[in-house]
């Protein structure tokens, strides 16, 4: 058994089609005030193992957020809504934007390819609507102000779950805005900075994540790259 493709550190993918991946450090959640916020695990769809982390700002009075939610980045192929870096950033995003954040865990490619990722992290968006009268923090949630963010390929599934979202009677006229954060595209054409020499290695490991990415047959001119 050989790997077959490798990000150090953070995958292997292996000839037997198995995968190893490797975590980073990780934060729990606390439902404890901490820098002003407060965090809980949900479970978005448990047949499909969709599952979340919801921050919610602490608060004198009793009052309604706006919510955002959240897709990880990691080539559609790693990251989680536990690691640490995001678990800290969304934190403190909730306090100082005064939002309640819903981060998204997605379920991963090789296994699990595009446009699963897309899907799953749309039915984030239904579980919402589903359990505002079930969930006690989203009672305090003014779903009337819904915002999506996410970075490299969360940014793409921004995007697309956007374009879903806004022809949904369900959603239209609440999906305010859209923050991308440096989004993950591609395409069978190559950019001027990917055919920069000193790009070449930034370009051989985007172009792995996609190869694992993408259904099996699909090129970078598939609809979610570009």
Known sequence: MSIVAEAPGYIQVFSDGSVKRFEPQIAT???????????????????????????LPESSIHQHFPVLVYFHGGGFCIGSTTWLGYHVF??????????????????????????????????????????IEFEPWLKRADLSQLFLSGDSAGGN????????????????????????IHPYFGSEKRTELE??????????????????????????????CN
């Open 29 to 55: 959640a606390s439902i404890e005030p901490y820098n002003g916020y407060m965090s809980k695990d949900v479970i978005i769809d448990s047949s499909k193992l969709i599952f979340g982390r919801m921050y």
């Open 90 to 131: 969304l934190g403190d995003l909730s306090v100082a934007s005064k939002s309640i954040i819903l981060s998204v865990d997605y379920r991963l490619a090789p296994e699990n390819r595009l446009p699963i990722a897309y899907e799953d992290c749309y039915s984030a968006l239904e579980w919402l609507i589903k359990n």
């Open 157 to 180: 599934i921004v995007h697309q779950v956007a374009i879903r979202a806004i022809t949904s009677e369900v959603f239209r006229g609440r999906l305010k805005a859209l923050l991308p």
């Open 195 to 224: 055919m920069d020499n000193g790009s070449a290695g930034g370009v051989e490991m985007n172009d792995m994540f996609w190869r694992l990415s993408l259904p099996q047959g699909s090129n970078r001119d598939y609809f979610g």
